[in-house]
């Protein structure tokens, strides 16, 4: 029963830590994605 406890525990944690990343980092992965995105037509007009 503890073990069980403890991974529920772990697997709750993991998904607050996913959830406050995609609210506070959204900006940010939006960004990095752009750039990415935009880097072969970069590359493609030198």
């Known amino acids: ?3 069980h406890r403890c991974h529920r525990s772990e697997s709750n944690t993991r998904y ?3 959830g406050s990343l995609s609210t ?3 900006p940010a ?4 994605l752009r ?3 935009a880097l072969p037509r970069f590359e493609g007009s030198l």
């Open 35 to 37: 750039v990415v995105l």
């Open 1 to 3: 029963m503890p073990p």
């Open 29 to 32: 992965l939006a960004e990095a």
């Open 16 to 18: 607050v830590s996913v």
């Open 24 to 26: 506070e980092k959204l």
